[in-house]
T-cell receptor, first 116, second 113 residues
Framework: AQKVTQAQTEISVVEKEDVTLDCVYE???????LFWYKQPPSGELVFLIR??????QNEISGRYSWNFQKSTSSFNFTITASQVVDSAVYFC?????????????FGTGTRLTVIP | DGGITQSPKYLFRKEGQNVTLSCEQN?????MYWYRQDPGQGLRLIYY???????QKGDIAEGYSVSREKKESFPLTVTSAQKNPTAFYLC????????????FGPGTRLTVL
């Protein structure tokens, strides 16, 4: 069974603070893919990153960085020097290659509010 | 501009009526998906289609139906059998399968009166 847990329901930070959004996943597949999506107030999901299970290198893209650790089944997302435009709901998602290979299993999301 | 369009953005229907939500993409993607989002929850898969004239049930297909007669189009019908249809519906597409990045439309908010 595939499962994604985002334990943080809501987080508020003051602008310019760093913030980390946690994601823990469960899967029996040895090959799988992890994703992060951003959902701004407009509602449309925006793709941020995809990571396959064989690539544990951390990734940095501007103010965004991701920490993938298979040992703890986690794929955490850090925003450095947060900005008001970062306010959104962030979803972590998992896709395996076994049963349900075409399913993208989403966590329940973390609502981030950046206070100016 | 390439992308996914969904219409309408807001939809109201009376209980007992069927309603069809539109989803069109011009990304030349093979796979298309329908998700339902309820407040405070993640997205749940309703149906997906990997190729034209083929589609598969997702986790919550009961009360919904789809068709895939054209590569660009994947309409979703919410039938009267769906017991709690009020939700936000998102359509997505990807190049081939679920392991690919999915591109999402702006969504349709359906309210049953």
């Amino acid at each position: 069974a595939q499962k994604v847990t985002q334990a943080q329901t809501e987080i508020s930070v003051v602008e310019k603070e760093d913030v980390t959004l946690d994601c823990v996943y469960e899967t029996r597949d040895t090959t799988y893919y992890l994703f992060w999506y951003k959902q701004p107030p407009s509602g449309e999901l925006v793709f941020l990153i995809r990571r396959n299970s064989f690539d544990e290198q951390n990734e940095i893209s501007g103010r965004y960085s991701w920490n993938f650790q298979k040992s703890t089944s986690s794929f955490n997302f850090t925003i450095t020097a947060s900005q008001v435009v970062d306010s959104a709901v962030y979803f972590c998602a998992l896709s395996g290659l076994g049963t349900g290979a075409n399913n993208l299993f989403f966590g329940t999301g973390t609502r981030l509010t950046v206070i100016p | 501009d390439g992308g996914i369009t969904q219409s309408p953005k807001y939809l109201f229907r009376k209980e007992g009526q069927n309603v069809t939500l539109s989803c069109e993409q011009n990304l030349n993607h093979d796979a298309m998906y329908w998700y339902r989002q309820d407040p405070g929850q993640g997205l749940r898969l309703i149906y997906y289609s990997q190729i034209v004239n083929d589609f598969q049930k997702g986790d919550i297909a009961e009360g919904y139906s789809v068709s895939r007669e054209k590569k660009e189009s994947f309409p979703l019908t919410v039938t009267s059998a769906q017991k709690n249809p009020t939700a936000f519906y998102l359509c997505a597409s990807s190049i081939t399968s679920g392991r690919d990045e999915q591109f999402f439309g702006p969504g349709t908010r359906l309210t049953v009166l």
